[in-house]
C-alpha cells in the first residue's frame, strides 16, 4: 500500500526524468550554496537565475530546450558579474541589480512578442517537470558530474580563496580565476535547477538547504554533506508532493526545504 | 640586479630590497620613495601610526600593490615573480570568518598551492605529519579540532603561522598580528616568531602600537608615510624619531606628484 504510494508517480517516465533530475541539484545546490552562504552572494544567485531568461525564451523560439538556450546565457553572465565585482569600487549590487532586471525584462519582452502558446510564463518562473526531455536529463547528468569532480577536486583551493583572498594570491592560487570557475560553476547549477524549481525559487533551493546545515554541523565539510543530504530530500519529498497535491514542483520544493530549516532552527534554539 | 643594496653593504645576502618606492593609493601618496634592505633570518618589526601605510607596504612586498616607481626584489626577483615562498597574514578584518574551518582545516590549507589536485581527496601522512608538526611548534595542537572563529586573537594569529609553515614559506609578513591580543599571549606569540626566525625565517610584523613589544624586535622599521627611521630598537627608539613619527607630516611630499611621476632610477 505504501509501497505502492512510493512507487506510483516514477510509473511515469517523466516522473522518473524528474526525479533524475531532482537527486542531481539536490546534490549540486547545497554543495554550490555552502560557498554561497559563506561568501555572502545569494543576491548575485538570484541574479544569474533571472539574467538567464532571454537565453530560455531565445532556445524555446528557435526550437531548442530552454536548458540549452540557458547554459551558455548563464556561463556569459556569470562572468560579467565576476568581472564587475572585481573592477568597480562603487556597489557592486547596484550594478548587478541593473543588469539583471534588464535582462529578465528583455526576456519578458522576447516571451510576449513571440506569443506562442508553447511557452508559458509560469513554466519558466516556477518550473514544469512534465516538459523534461531525455536529452535535459543526460546534459543534467553530465553537468552535474563534471561540477561535482571539480568542487571536490578544488576543495581545498575553493575554501583558501573564499576565507582568505590575499593570503591564498601570495600563497600562489590563481585566486582570480578561481573565483570565476566559482560564477561559472554557479550559473550551471542555478540553470539546471531551473528546469525543476523554477527562475523565482532557485535561491531558496541554492541556500536553504546549505543554511540549515550549517546551523546543525559545526565544520564546512561537514555543512557541505548534511545539506546535500537535506537538499535531496526537499527535492524527493517536494517531488511527491507535487505529483499527489497537483502543485507546482518548484513551490514544493522550496517549502519542504523550508519545512527542513525550520526544524533545523527549531533545534538550535533547543539545543543552545 | 643593482649594484648596491639599499643596506650599503658590500656582498650583504638581503632577501628584501626595497629602492625608493612610491605608491599612490586612492590619489593619494601613501607611501614617498621608501628604501630598505631586510636580511634573511631576522625578526623586523614595521611600526608607525595608523594609516601610515604600512599595510600597503605589505601588500606591495608580495606583490598585491603596484608601485608608482622604485622597485622591490625579493631574492633578486619582483614579487609577482618570486619564487620565493611567502606567507601572508592579513589583518583579521581581512578574513572572512563566516567559514566555519577548524584549525585544522586552516593549516592545512598551507598545502592547497603546492599539493597535486588528488591531495584533496586523498591527503598522505606527509600532509598530515607536517600538519601536526606546524601545530605544535606553534602549540596550538591540542585546539585542532575548534573552530578558528571561536578562537581568541593570539590563537588566531597562531593558526596562521602554523599555516605558513605547512606551506613552507621562508618569509612570513603578519599583518597588525598584534592587535586584539591581550599582553601575556603578545609575549607568547613573540617566542614563536623568535623560535622561528632563529630557524632561518624572515619575518616582518608591522603593529601600530608602541607598548614594550616593539623594543623587542631584532630591527625596527619606522614608517609613517616614509621612513622616519630603520635600525636597532635600542638606536632608533629616540625621544627625537618618536616625535617624529607620530608628528603631522604634512609637509612632505613636495617632489612628487600624484599621477605624474618622473622616473629617476
Ligand atoms: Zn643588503
Ligand atoms: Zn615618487
Ligand atoms: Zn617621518
Known amino acids: 500500500m505504501l509501497i505502492d504510494a512510493i512507487i506510483e508517480p516514477f510509473q511515469l517516465t517523466f516522473m522518473m526524468r524528474a526525479l533524475v533530475v531532482c537527486v542531481?541539484?539536490?546534490?549540486?545546490?547545497p554543495f554550490l550554496g555552502a560557498h554561497v552562504i559563506n561568501?555572502?552572494?545569494?543576491?548575485?544567485?538570484?541574479?544569474?537565475?533571472?539574467?538567464?531568461?532571454?537565453?530560455?525564451?531565445?532556445?524555446?523560439?528557435?526550437?531548442?530546450?530552454?536548458?540549452?538556450?540557458?547554459?551558455?546565457?548563464?556561463?556569459?553572465?556569470?562572468?560579467?558579474?565576476?568581472?564587475?565585482?572585481?573592477?568597480s569600487n562603487v556597489s557592486n549590487d547596484?550594478?548587478?541589480?541593473?543588469?539583471?532586471?534588464?535582462?529578465?525584462?528583455?526576456?519578458?519582452?522576447?516571451?510576449?512578442?513571440?506569443?506562442?502558446?508553447?511557452?508559458?510564463?509560469?513554466?519558466?518562473?516556477?518550473g514544469q517537470i512534465t516538459t523534461i526531455s531525455n536529452t535535459d536529463v543526460l546534459v543534467t547528468v553530465f553537468l552535474a558530474l563534471v561540477t561535482f569532480a571539480i568542487m571536490v577536486l578544488l576543495h581545498k583551493q575553493l575554501v583558501f580563496v573564499g576565507f582568505d583572498y590575499e593570503g591564498a594570491v601570495v600563497a600562489g592560487l590563481p585566486a582570480s580565476r578561481i573565483d570565476y570557475l566559482l560564477l561559472a560553476l554557479l550559473s550551471i547549477v542555478i540553470v539546471v535547477s531551473l528546469q525543476i524549481v523554477g527562475i523565482i525559487l532557485v535561491v531558496?533551493?541554492?541556500?536553504?538547504?546549505?543554511?540549515?546545515?550549517?546551523?546543525?554541523?559545526?565544520?564546512?565539510?561537514?555543512?557541505?554533506?548534511?545539506?546535500?543530504?537535506?537538499?535531496?530530500?526537499?527535492?524527493?519529498?517536494?517531488?511527491?508532493?507535487?505529483?499527489?497535491?497537483?502543485?507546482?514542483?518548484?513551490?514544493?520544493i522550496a517549502l519542504t526545504s523550508t519545512a527542513i530549516f525550520t526544524l533545523s532552527f527549531l533545534n538550535r534554539l533547543r539545543t543552545t | 640586479m643593482p649594484s648596491t643594496c639599499p643596506c650599503l653593504n658590500e656582498g650583504c645576502n638581503c632577501c628584501i630590497q626595497v629602492f625608493n618606492a612610491c605608491i599612490e593609493f586612492e590619489n593619494q601618496l601613501a607611501l614617498d620613495s621608501v628604501s630598505?634592505?631586510?636580511?634573511?633570518?631576522?625578526?623586523?618589526?614595521?611600526?608607525?601610526?595608523?594609516?601610515?601605510?604600512?599595510?600597503?607596504?605589505?601588500?606591495?612586498?608580495?606583490?598585491?600593490?603596484?608601485?608608482?616607481?622604485?622597485?622591490i626584489l625579493i631574492n633578486g626577483c619582483p614579487p609577482k615573480n618570486s619564487k620565493t615562498k611567502i606567507s601572508y597574514i592579513p589583518q583579521k578584518e581581512r578574513v572572512n570568518w563566516r567559514f566555519p574551518l577548524s584549525v585544522r582545516d586552516v593549516v592545512s590549507l598551507g598545502t592547497a598551492a603546492s599539493t597535486s589536485l588528488l591531495a584533496n581527496i586523498r591527503i598522505t601522512s606527509r600532509d598530515n605529519d607536517l600538519i601536526e608538526e606546524s601545530l605544535r611548534k606553534v602549540d596550538m595542537w591540542h585546539k585542532k579540532d575548534h573552530l578558528v572563529s571561536t578562537l581568541s586573537g593570539g590563537q588566531r594569529q597562531r593558526t596562521f603561522i602554523a599555516r605558513a609553515l605547512t606551506q613552507n614559506a621562508d618569509i612570513l609578513i603578519l599583518d597588525e598580528a598584534f592587535s586584539g591580543v591581550d599582553i601575556s599571549s603578545q609575549e607568547g606569540m613573540l617566542q614563536i616568531l623568535r623560535g622561528l626566525?632563529?630557524?632561518?625565517?624572515?619575518?616582518?610584523?608591522?603593529?601600530?602600537?608602541?607598548?614594550?613589544?616593539?623594543?623587542?624586535?631584532?630591527?625596527?622599521?619606522?614608517?609613517?608615510?616614509?621612513?622616519?627611521?630603520?635600525?636597532?630598537p635600542e638606536l632608533v627608539f629616540t625621544k627625537d624619531v618618536l616625535i617624529e613619527l607620530y608628528g603631522s607630516h604634512s609637509e612632505m611630499f613636495t617632489t612628487h606628484q600624484i599621477g605624474q611621476h618622473t622616473h629617476v632610477d
Do not use: W
Not at chain 1, 94 to 116: C, K, N, P, Q
Not at chain 2, 40 to 64: D, E, H, Q, R, Y
Not at chain 2, 215 to 232: E, M, P, Q, S, T
Open chain 1, 24 to 29: 542531481l541539484i539536490g546534490v549540486m545546490c
Open chain 1, 39 to 87: 561568501r555572502e552572494m545569494g543576491f548575485m544567485g538570484d541574479a544569474l537565475a533571472h539574467s538567464v531568461l532571454p537565453g530560455m525564451v531565445g532556445a524555446t523560439i528557435l526550437g531548442f530546450s530552454p536548458l540549452l538556450g540557458a547554459i551558455p546565457t548563464g556561463i556569459v553572465v556569470a562572468l560579467t558579474i565576476g568581472y564587475i565585482v572585481k573592477k
Open chain 1, 94 to 126: 547596484t550594478s548587478i541589480g541593473i543588469m539583471f532586471t534588464a535582462l529578465f525584462a528583455f526576456g519578458l519582452v522576447l516571451l510576449s512578442l513571440h506569443g506562442d502558446e508553447e511557452i508559458h510564463v509560469e513554466d519558466i518562473l516556477l
Open chain 1, 204 to 252: 531558496g533551493m541554492l541556500i536553504t538547504p546549505a543554511a540549515a546545515a550549517s546551523l546543525i554541523a559545526k565544520r564546512f565539510s561537514s555543512a557541505i554533506v548534511l545539506g546535500i543530504v537535506f537538499g535531496v530530500a526537499s527535492g524527493v519529498v517536494g517531488l511527491y508532493m507535487s505529483y499527489y497535491f497537483n502543485v507546482p514542483s518548484g513551490p514544493a
Open chain 2, 36 to 71: 630598505f634592505a631586510v636580511p634573511p633570518g631576522v625578526l623586523t618589526g614595521v611600526v608607525g601610526p595608523n594609516g601610515a601605510g604600512k599595510s600597503i607596504l605589505f601588500n606591495a612586498l608580495v606583490g598585491l600593490q603596484p608601485l608608482a616607481h622604485g622597485k
Open chain 2, 197 to 232: 626566525r632563529d630557524e632561518g625565517k624572515t619575518i616582518l610584523v608591522a603593529t601600530h602600537d608602541l607598548n614594550t613589544l616593539a623594543a623587542k624586535f631584532d630591527y625596527v622599521l619606522c614608517i609613517n608615510r616614509h621612513i622616519c627611521a630603520y635600525g636597532k
